[in-house]
């Protein structure tokens, strides 16, 4: 019967411990995810933004091009009134 006692205090404090061991895993598993799921965020923009950015490229490539350069020209020339040559 002394034993008693002393048993029931170890068997409390380990299932405080367990308590304990199952919340921080927890934590340490939402904190994980939440990481994983900013980087993805993250990921979605950096491919948006280099889309974006392919896409300006393509249409300075476009707007620099010698012939729609004088084509805009003589659009405008036309818009004025006056004869290209």
Request: hydrophobic residues 50%; without cysteine.
């Given at each position: 019967?002394?034993?008693a006692p002393v048993?029931?205090?170890?068997?409390i404090l380990m299932?405080?411990?367990l308590v304990a061991s199952?919340?921080?895993?927890?934590?340490?598993?939402?904190?994980?995810q939440e990481a994983i799921?900013?980087?993805a965020r993250l990921q979605k923009q950096i491919e948006?933004?280099?889309?974006?950015?392919d896409l300006l490229k393509s249409g300075?490539?476009?707007a620099y091009k010698p012939i729609t350069l004088r084509e805009i020209s003589e659009t405008?020339?036309?818009a004025i009134g006056i004869k290209a040559d």
């Open positions: 019967m002394r034993f048993f029931r205090s170890i068997d299932v405080a411990v199952v919340v921080w895993t927890f934590k340490i598993k939402y904190d994980s799921d900013s980087v948006a933004e280099e889309n974006r950015v300075l490539e476009l405008l020339w036309r």
